[in-house]
């Protein structure tokens, strides 16, 4: 027999979230029971936690799920009953203790072969900088943990410092290395038995929860979806893209393990929440958020072709409309134009400004002639002394026209 923890989080959002405060004032002590969710279609490793009374009030944090899922089959039983020892008020959580006897190692809990076989043909988004020091971190934290028998009270309190900053930053890491790494160095930290490195494994620990937490609305959300739309690696991925097949790239997307594009499309906040239980490889995951990357930055390109082309071809239609031929009309509609537009009576589409030269040459169309020069005519008319009631003939024509439509009612 083994006493064994295990953190019961994300309280605040079941059962007792409308009283808290009361339910940690009174945890301590208390009966509780864990029991599998086979209904949780976003963590499908996801172990429920229940009260004294029978409330909902959490789940078993996800790097204790390893440990609950050994002792639950080690157990035999389909669900553990225990107490729990102890109340964590800053970060909102439980531990759960119980005495049981637990198996190996859980091969089966997290399985990989699947993601392994995955295939991807399409372009590779470079490493982001987050990733890159997070590596840099990991390879650090191991090499000084070796060296620990030669520090000195400087070199720990760095140490703490590092491991403070690398449970920070860890939580935009969603594959399955990073929870390893995590788990692997709790334990490291726990047999070290140093009393100012014990506390950096809660730090740690919570670490989960606040990927979990930031992956809906909050920084980790924010940090994947930039991965996905900023310019800089939207670039980086469209730079050789006729060396790669559109069509072949979604179909594999749609092939990724248990339908995560169709996850993507339909919910981003939950994608983005899901990657964090799925413990899928890091090299995997970037190959996957790649593809989803490449896939719709070229579908949004192709688009903005189309209706380029698409509007083109409208333009490059011949107008049934044609301006009379007579002496002095071009001049006079030029004339006509320019006032109307200098009043603001036009806009481009969508409310965009509107230059004039895109006016009148979209006005000549629609008329079948030749305004690309209005400046020039319109220059050349203010110049040449030609007196203003030459300049306002065609206002005149229009009002006279205009009074004897009115009249004709």
Request: hydrophobic share 35%; net charge negative.
């Amino acid at each position: 027999m083994s006493t064994v923890r295990l953190h019961i989080v994300a309280l605040p959002y079941y059962e007792v979230g409308g009283c808290l405060g009361e339910f940690l004032a009174e945890a301590q002590g208390r009966a509780m029971t864990l029991r599998p969710d086979p209904t949780n279609d976003v963590d499908v490793n996801a172990i429920c936690a229940y009260d004294w009374q029978g409330r909902h009030v959490g789940y078993v944090a996800i790097h204790d799920q390893l440990t609950a899922w050994q002792t639950l089959r080690g157990s035999g039983r389909r669900s553990l009953r225990g107490r729990v020892c102890e109340v964590n008020a800053e970060h909102k959580c439980v531990v759960f203790e119980c005495c049981m006897e637990t198996m190996g190692d859980v091969e089966d809990l997290y399985p990989q072969t699947a993601y392994l076989k995955w295939s991807y043909t399409g372009p590779v988004l470079k490493a982001s900088q987050e990733t890159v020091t997070l590596d840099y971190m990991m390879d650090e934290i191991s090499e000084r943990l070796d060296e620990r028998d030669g520090w000195d009270e400087a070199d720990r309190e760095n140490f703490v410092v590092l491991c403070k900053r690398f449970s920070a930053l860890s939580k935009y890491d969603l594959s399955g290395e990073m929870s390893d790494y995590r788990r692997r160095l709790c334990l490291r930290l726990l047999e070290t038995k140093d009393d100012v490195l014990l506390p950096l494994v809660e730090e740690l620990n919570m670490a989960y929860g606040r990927a979990g937490r930031e992956s809906q609305g909050g920084e980790v959300l924010d940090y994947w979806m930039r991965l996905l739309t900023a310019p800089r690696n939207i670039k980086s991925l469209l730079v050789h893209r006729h060396e790669y097949d559109l069509e072949k790239v979604h179909e594999q997307l749609l092939a990724f393990p248990e339908a995560m594009y169709e996850e993507w499309l339909e919910n981003r906040e939950r994608f983005v929440t899901k990657l964090l239980y799925m413990h899928i490889p890091r090299e995997v995951l970037w190959r996957f958020i790649s593809g989803i990357a490449f896939y719709e930055a070229m579908t949004a390109r192709n688009k903005a072709i189309s209706e380029e082309k698409k509007q083109t071809e409208t333009c490059d239609e011949e107008s049934p409309v044609q301006l009379s031929t007579a002496k002095g009309q071009k001049i006079d509609m030029i004339r006509t134009l320019n006032v109307m537009y200098e009043q603001g009576r036009f806009q481009g589409k969508d409310g965009k400004k509107l230059t004039k030269k895109d006016f009148f040459r979209t006005m000549g169309r629609a008329m079948n002639v030749d305004l690309s020069d209005y400046d020039k005519d319109l220059s050349r008319s203010m110049s040449d002394s030609t007196k203003l009631e030459k300049h306002l003939k065609p206002f005149d024509e229009m009002k006279e026209k205009m009074i004897e439509i009115w009249n004709s009612k």
